[in-house]
DNA sequence: TGTGTGACAAGCC
DNA sequence: AGGCTTGCCACAC
């Protein structure tokens, strides 16, 4: 990932690793956080995330919270039907069953 | 320059 | 099982 995902952010590890997300999976942000070499620094994630939405070129709704659930209040429903489309199966109530689309970054 | 908030995580009750 | 509290870093006012 050298030239790629807007390096001129200081968030491009954490692009990169969100890029790096396969289809049909998703990703917690304390996850990508670590594998982005932001131990615990989940919320630095969800606000670089955020700025995506203004560039929208990494898959940013692969990107849901511990709990499975979709926390973002911005376009929950455009990251739910995103997820449906790659076929990871949501809840009528934005949840997610890790168990079955956790990506761990480390498999696959 | 300092305070407050945020698409969170982990721990405790 | 769910809800509350603390800690972390970056950005807006």
């Keep these: 990932m050298d030239g790629s995902a807007q390096s001129d952010s200081p968030y491009s590890a954490i692009?990169?690793?969100?890029?790096?997300?396969?289809?049909?999976?998703?990703?917690?942000?304390?996850?990508?956080?670590?594998?982005?070499?932001?131990?615990?620094?989940?919320?630095?994630?969800?606000?670089?995330l955020h700025a995506l939405l203004h560039h929208s070129v990494v898959p940013w709704w692969r990107v849901i919270n511990r709990a499975g659930r979709i926390s973002n209040v911005y376009a929950a429903d455009e990251q739910r039907a995103r997820l449906q489309a790659e076929g990871v199966v949501v809840?009528?109530?934005?949840?997610?069953?890790?168990?079955?689309?956790?990506?761990?970054?480390?498999?696959a």
């Design 15 to 48: 692009y990169a690793v969100v890029s790096q997300i396969p289809p049909g999976r998703v990703c917690t942000y304390g996850r990508v956080a670590a594998l982005a070499g932001l131990p615990g620094q989940a919320r630095l994630v969800g606000y670089a």
């Design 91 to 107: 809840d009528d109530n934005y949840l997610i069953d890790l168990a079955r689309f956790l990506w761990e970054g480390d498999e």
